[in-house]
């Protein structure tokens, strides 16, 4: 990248327009061991974060944990003409602090399949100005406050990082109700025929695999939307399957717990008991 080496061994802000690498140089993927912060405006490529491209090319952030797989493809440009920085973390500077922990709670930074970060302008502009800050400050001395003062920046960075993440979760809510859709469209193919019987009522997992997001990012997602988690809808959607099979047809409630995939008759109606304050039975009586 013919960058200089940086002023910190662990810790270092790179700034991509200083990057003079060619394209035809950029490799396909990239696996690194730091915690890695990026802000990328006019990127004129396609990110991929596991399965998922991200579907802005500008003001986007995204969080990778070591080890994590980033996709560059798609340049249309020979030269790489995006800006803005990237902030790199090794694992070891976070040693002896809080933050040491505290970084491996943030969803951001465990989603397998990401949903980057857009900001406006005002928030582009202050999480900016933390990252010029911890710059700065590793540039200066290093003395037996820098360590604090630097991680102090970082978990100031983070949490409005996250304080973004909710009000995106808000204000995205036209991608965000197409996952509400998918799910539902999802949770009624399960529910067709024999599937439940032979698979059984599909797990968070499941869904989140075939919705193409992690199971932390969706669950957080929904309790955003609908107030439920994800086990919790999926839950209601058995319910509701199992209430259209005790109202619409004379199959006996064993044989409606073997159709919706449980091995036991009795877990089923104690299932049914617990999600409805009634049990199969009386539930059908009211049809009668």
Same mark, same amino acid.
């Given at each position: 990248?013919?960058?200089?080496?940086?002023?910190?061994?662990?810790?270092? @802000?790179?700034?991509?327009? #200083?990057?003079?690498?060619?394209?035809?140089?950029?490799?396909?993927?990239?696996?690194?061991?730091?915690?890695?912060?990026?802000?990328?405006?006019?990127?004129?490529?396609?990110?991929?974060?596991?399965?998922? /491209?991200?579907?802005? /090319?500008?003001?986007?952030?995204? !969080?990778?944990?070591?080890?994590?797989?980033?996709?560059?493809?798609?340049?249309?440009?020979?030269? @790489?003409?995006?800006?803005?920085?990237?902030?790199?973390?090794?694992? /070891?500077?976070?040693?002896?602090?809080?933050?040491?922990?505290?970084?491996?709670?943030?969803?951001?930074?465990?989603?397998?399949?990401?949903?980057?970060?857009?900001?406006? $302008?005002?928030? $582009?502009?202050?999480?900016?100005?933390?990252?010029?800050?911890?710059?700065? #400050?590793?540039?200066?001395?290093?003395?037996?406050?820098?360590?604090?003062?630097?991680?102090?920046?970082? $978990?100031?960075?983070?949490?409005?990082?996250?304080? !973004?993440?909710?009000?995106?979760?808000?204000?995205?809510?036209?991608?965000?109700?197409?996952?509400?859709?998918?799910?539902?469209?999802?949770?009624?193919?399960?529910?067709?025929?024999?599937?439940?019987?032979?698979?059984?009522?599909?797990?968070?997992?499941?869904?989140?695999?075939?919705?193409?997001?992690?199971?932390?990012?969706?669950?957080?997602?929904?309790?955003?939307?609908?107030?439920?988690?994800?086990?919790?809808?999926?839950?209601?959607?058995?319910?509701?399957?199992?209430?259209?099979?005790?109202?619409?047809?004379?199959?006996? @409630?064993?044989?409606?717990?073997?159709?919706?995939?449980? $091995?036991?008759?009795?877990?089923?109606?104690? !299932?049914?008991?617990?999600?409805?304050?009634?049990?199969?039975?009386?539930?059908?009586?009211? !049809?009668n």
């Open positions: 990248m013919e960058l200089p080496k940086p002023h910190h061994p662990l810790l270092t @802000v790179v700034n991509f327009n #200083e990057i003079k690498r060619k394209l035809d140089n950029v490799p396909q993927s990239i696996i690194h061991y730091f915690y890695s912060i990026a802000l990328k405006r006019n990127f004129q490529g396609k990110l991929k974060y596991g399965q998922q /491209d991200f579907d802005f /090319d500008s003001g986007m952030m995204h !969080f990778m944990s070591p080890k994590q797989l980033l996709t560059i493809g798609g340049h249309q440009e020979t030269n @790489v003409k995006h800006s803005g920085w990237l902030l790199l973390i090794h694992p /070891d500077f976070l040693w002896n602090t809080t933050l040491a922990k505290k970084i491996k709670g943030y969803e951001y930074f465990s989603y397998k399949v990401s949903e980057a970060l857009y900001l406006s $302008e005002k928030e $582009e502009v202050l999480v900016s100005g933390i990252v010029q800050n911890i710059e700065q #400050e590793y540039q200066s001395s290093i003395d037996s406050y820098s360590q604090e003062v630097i991680i102090s920046h970082i $978990e100031l960075l983070l949490t409005y990082s996250e304080r !973004f993440y909710q009000r995106q979760f808000i204000t995205r809510k036209i991608a965000n109700h197409k996952i509400l859709i998918h799910l539902e469209a999802l949770l009624i193919e399960c529910c067709k025929g024999s599937k439940l019987a032979a698979n059984g009522f599909p797990t968070v997992k499941y869904v989140s695999e075939k919705l193409n997001v992690s199971p932390n990012y969706l669950s957080r997602l929904l309790k955003t939307l609908t107030g439920q988690s994800t086990i919790q809808i999926i839950q209601d959607k058995l319910i509701d399957f199992a209430k259209e099979r005790l109202s619409t047809t004379e199959l006996s @409630v064993n044989e409606i717990a073997y159709e919706l995939g449980f $091995e036991h008759p009795q877990s089923f109606s104690k !299932f049914f008991k617990i999600k409805t304050n009634t049990t199969p039975l009386e539930f059908r009586n009211t !049809f």
